[in-house]
């Protein structure tokens, strides 16, 4: 009569038993460590504990797979069994959030998306390039800025709107020593209607310098601008950084600049933050820039932009739409936030510019 060997069913049995255990545990055990960061603040946004859950998933989490891996093969060796399965899943995990790691931090931060945009307008007679430029936010100026600045040039816009966030400087850098650097980079770029900005909340350090050293970058600053072109006239007006936060602290510098210019004139309203969009839905105001959420910079499916740092809907941090009577462009940024140390860091959220073309009307077909 046959006999059935039925001991090795029932190691496979409890070795399936005891892979199920350990990888939930595990699996429990990341998500309660990302739950405390969370419930911590990292999301209101607090840049040390995204800094914190970023090292923990992608290195600390990591090393920690590869070293039960190893633990594992030699609690095996030891009792005499030959054990594969488990350690090669930890290490491919670990190998795994390695190149995300790699991923966010080295390519998708310089990647240099353009976004191309067409708006048209019975203000313009003729093609205009304007390009959108925001948060290039330079630990220092090396390989990368030069990069930017190249594909500026190629690009050839007519006029360059930049939305702050030029430098966050990473020591021994500073401003002295990087704001000549990107200075000489664009002078690089000659738009035929000039480069024009705002600052940023990372630019504090730059409010020592005179007007003159951003040339040849003109600050509009509650200032303005009118600029006669055979297209059309452009009017512009920048806001300062609290004015871009609230727009009911904009409003009387926004009253003043609309009274000034001419309802045939295409007026581009330019801000750090978008917040003052969420009140300029009935102004007679044809386009707002703004930047500094950076898109969010982690995308997630089904969630979207994981920070924004901005009162305006998830969905506004970054792209173009209409907001009432004005269109509403939000830059993603051309670089990545580096407070408390963080590395530049991207996720379905490339660095971007954009160049948005105002065409006539009648060009639309």
């Known amino acids: 009569m046959l006999q059935v060997e039925r001991a090795p069913t029932k190691r496979r049995g409890r070795s399936l038993w005891f892979f199920g255990l350990f990888f939930g545990l595990l699996f429990l055990y990341v998500i309660w460590r990302n739950y405390l960061f969370v419930a911590a603040g990292m999301l209101r946004p607090d840049f040390s504990r995204i800094h914190q859950c970023y090292d923990f998933n992608l290195m600390e989490l990591p090393v920690s797979l590869l070293l039960l891996a190893g ?45 191309h945009v067409q708006l048209a307008s019975p203000k313009i007679n003729q093609p205009i390039r304007v390009l959108h430029l925001s948060d290039i936010q330079s630990g220092g100026i090396g390989v990368k800025e030069v990069a930017l600045f190249q594909r500026i040039r190629e690009l050839e816009p007519d006029i360059i709107l930049n939305t702050g966030d030029y430098l966050q400087t990473i020591p021994p850098k500073s401003a002295e020593s990087e704001l000549p650097k990107l200075i000489r980079l664009m002078e690089q770029v000659d738009p035929q209607w000039g480069t024009w900005g705002v600052y940023g909340d990372t630019d504090y350090l730059l409010y020592r310098f005179p007007t003159e050293a951003f040339s040849p970058m003109q600050m509009l600053s509650s200032g303005s601008a009118r600029i006669a072109t055979p297209a059309g006239v452009i009017s512009l007006h920048g806001l300062n950084l609290n004015q871009s936060r609230d727009y009911d602290y904009a ?6 600049w609309l009274e000034a210019s001419e309802a045939d004139e295409f007026r581009i309203l330019l801000g750090h933050s978008p917040n003052f969009a969420l009140g300029v839905g009935d102004q007679p105001i044809d386009l707002c820039l703004a930047g500094h959420t950076h898109g969010g910079q982690f995308w997630l499916p089904l969630y979207g ?30 670089g990545s936030n580096r407070f408390e140390g963080l590395p530049p860091m991207r996720l379905n959220c490339p660095t971007e510019m954009t160049l948005l073309e105002l065409v006539p009307m009648a060009a639309i077909r």
């Open 71 to 115: 633990l594992y093969m030699v609690v095996s060796i030891f009792f005499g069994r030959s054990a594969w399965f488990v350690p090669g899943v930890l290490v491919l995990l670990a190998v795994d959030l390695f190149a995300l790691r790699y991923y966010i931090t080295h390519v998708e931060p310089n990647r240099h998306v353009v976004r």
């Open 251 to 256: 409003r009387r510098s926004i009253e003043r």
């Open 305 to 334: 932009p994981l920070v924004i740092d901005s009162a305006v809907p998830r969905d506004w941090a970054r792209g173009f739409r209409r907001v009432g009577i004005p269109y509403l462009n939000v830059s993603a940024g051309a």
